[in-house]
C-alpha cells in the first residue's frame, strides 16, 4: 500500500511542479496587463475582459492543436492549459471586480460586466477553436 502511494506521488510530481510553473508564468503576464492597462477609480474593468478573452480563445487554440494535431509531451497540457492559460485568466479578479461594481453602487454596469465577460469568454474559445480546426483541415492535403 504505502509503496503504491509513493509511486503515485512520484508520478503526479511533474505534473504539480509544472501546473505550479505555468500558473505563476500566467498569473505573472495577467498582473503585467493590469500594471500596463490600469483600471481607473470606479471605471470599467477591460483589462480583466480582454485578458479573459484572450486566455480563452488561446485555450481554445491550444486544445485543438494538442488533441487533433500534435502529440504532445504529457507535460504540456497541465503546464501551458493549466498553468499558463490557468493563471492568465482569472476568475478572482473577474469576481472581486462585480464585488467593487456592485459596492459603488453599479448594479447595470457588474451585471453587464458578469455577463458580458462570459459571454466573450465563450465567444473566444468556440470562435478560436472553430477557426484553429478550418485552418488546420485548409493546410492538410
Keep these: 500500500m504505502r509503496a503504491r502511494r509513493w509511486a503515485s506521488l512520484r508520478d503526479q510530481a511533474p505534473v504539480v511542479a509544472v501546473v505550479a510553473l505555468g500558473g505563476a508564468t500566467g498569473a505573472c503576464a495577467r498582473y503585467g496587463a493590469s500594471?500596463?492597462?490600469?483600471t481607473a477609480a470606479g471605471g470599467f474593468p477591460w483589462t480583466t475582459v480582454v485578458v479573459n478573452a484572450v486566455g480563452c480563445a488561446m485555450i481554445g487554440v491550444f486544445l485543438?492543436?494538442?488533441?487533433?494535431?500534435?502529440?504532445a509531451h504529457r507535460l504540456v497540457r497541465p503546464f501551458f492549459g493549466t498553468g499558463v492559460?490557468?493563471?492568465?485568466?482569472?476568475f478572482s479578479t473577474y469576481a472581486a471586480d462585480i464585488q467593487q461594481l456592485?459596492?459603488?453602487?453599479?448594479?447595470?454596469?457588474?451585471?453587464?460586466?458578469?455577463a458580458g465577460t462570459l459571454l466573450a469568454a465563450l465567444a473566444a474559445v468556440w470562435c478560436a477553436a472553430t477557426a484553429t480546426r478550418r485552418l488546420i483541415s485548409w493546410r492538410t492535403p
Design 35 to 38: 500594471l500596463q492597462w490600469p
Design 64 to 71: 485543438v492543436v494538442v488533441t487533433e494535431v500534435w502529440a
Design 85 to 90: 492559460l490557468g493563471g492568465f485568466t482569472t
Design 102 to 114: 456592485l459596492a459603488t453602487g453599479q448594479a447595470r454596469t457588474g451585471l453587464a460586466y458578469l
